[in-house]
Antibody, heavy 125, light 107 residues
């Protein structure tokens, strides 16, 4: 079965960086994208960006451009999301989700189906 | 950026009741609209994909409809385990966005 298992909770100081991992299993890692979504406590869901594990191509929400980097290690079927210059507003649960891209005749449909369990990142001095 | 607006924000309902949640997009998104259920301290779970297609393993009481800018999630014969927050999500164009969520409380 499809599983995405994320790394454990992190506590960071303002200005630091955090790197969250997402280990995929139960499917061919390079055949599906990985999306990252975050959720501040008691708040809604915020999409951060996507990565294609096969090509390494990425796309980031403008809000996070310049601060976020999404990478992967295909040999261990693991995706990473690194967020730098952390501030208190970055305190949130960060989720990875598998992205399914289906293209036909030049049109592509996209869907995030399975999600990881989430990683709490706390930014505090 | 496409804005998704859900209504209501909160609803208190009794078991076996029928529930309808709506999601309106700020511009047409075809059927690239998905519904997720999130229970406290859990990750979101996909219920409905592409507006009306049930995801694998989802109970048949959950259904979706709509296209363009107006979408609906319907829960027939609500059960106590359906207490959760429900989000709509569009993947028609970047950045992908979510509705603000609808919290369902079971009386």
């Amino acid at each position: 079965q499809v599983q995405l298992v994320q790394s454990g909770a992190e506590v960071k100081k303002p200005g630091a960086s955090v790197k969250v991992s997402c280990k995929a299993s139960g499917y061919t890692f390079t055949s599906y994208d990985i999306n990252w979504v975050r959720q501040a406590t008691g708040q809604g869901l915020e999409w951060m960006g996507w990565m294609n594990p096969n090509s390494g191509n990425t796309g980031y929400a403008q809000k996070f451009q310049g601060r976020v980097t999404m990478t992967r290690n295909t040999s261990i079927t693991t995706a990473y999301m690194e967020l730098s210059s952390l501030r208190s507003e970055d305190t949130a649960v960060y989720y990875c989700a598998r992205g399914v891209r289906t293209c036909s005749g030049g049109n592509c449909l996209y869907l995030s189906d399975y999600w990881g369990q989430g990683t709490l990142v706390t930014v505090s001095s | 950026e496409i804005v998704l607006t859900q209504s209501p924000d909160f609803q208190s309902v009794t078991p076996k009741e029928k529930v309808t949640i709506t999601c309106r997009a700020s511009q047409s998104i075809g059927t690239s609209l998905h519904w997720y259920q999130q229970k406290p301290d859990q990750s979101p779970k996909l219920l409905i994909k592409y507006a009306s297609q049930s995801f694998s393993g989802v109970p048949s009481r959950f259904s979706g409809s709509g296209s363009g800018t107006d979408f609906t999630l319907t829960i027939n014969s609500l059960e106590a385990e359906d207490a959760a927050t429900y989000y709509c999500h569009q993947s028609s164009s970047l950045p992908h966005t979510f509705g603000q969520g609808t919290k369902l409380e079971i009386k």
